[in-house]
């Protein structure tokens, strides 16, 4: 009987942990693609309130960009961000044509030097381009390692 009830609640503790980690995607291209787009789609995420809408970009991303970011990354007051926080950022043409989507996504113990940032650069229809620790978006969002990598939104 005691050995039944200890294997019952055992049970239900490793259910419980496998429902919170099932939450939130690995650092996986495709399962990653599959939450911002099916489980938690992101264009109903918000803005960062100092980067709103389609707005003028850079080299490497292009001329025209949208930044959402899940609540985990919204809620966040001062850097680093919450773990779980994911930006997606929506590149596109001049004549306002969506060309690729790159991701950041915060992921505990992932890749402490760095932020613990999983990166990937997705083409429009959710093949994964480059993902991981790409040296290029590290070396270069790394200019704003204080502002947690984020380059669009300042950290008060
Ligand atoms: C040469 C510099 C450079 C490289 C390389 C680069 N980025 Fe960026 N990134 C920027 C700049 C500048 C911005 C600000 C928005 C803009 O100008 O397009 C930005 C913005 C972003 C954003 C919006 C959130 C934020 O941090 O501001 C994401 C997401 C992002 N980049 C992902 C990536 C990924 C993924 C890669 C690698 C595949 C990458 N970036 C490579 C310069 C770079």
Redesign the pocket.
Known sequence: MKKQLVVAVMAAILLCVSVVFAEMPGPDPDSLWKYITKESPYKKWEFWPDHQGM?P??????PL?K?YVNDRAFNSVNPPVQYGAI???E?YSPDKELKAI???YKVHGYNPPDGDWF???YSISGKAD?FGK?A??I???GT?AKND?????EFK
Do not use: E, L, S
Not at 57 to 62: E, L, T
Not at 149 to 153: A, D, E
């Open positions: 707005q970009g850079r080299a490497p991303h292009g960009h930044v930006q997606v950022k590149n790159t991701v950041m990166w990937v650069k480059k790409p290029g978006c070396g270069c969002h704003r990598f984020v380059i669009v939104h």
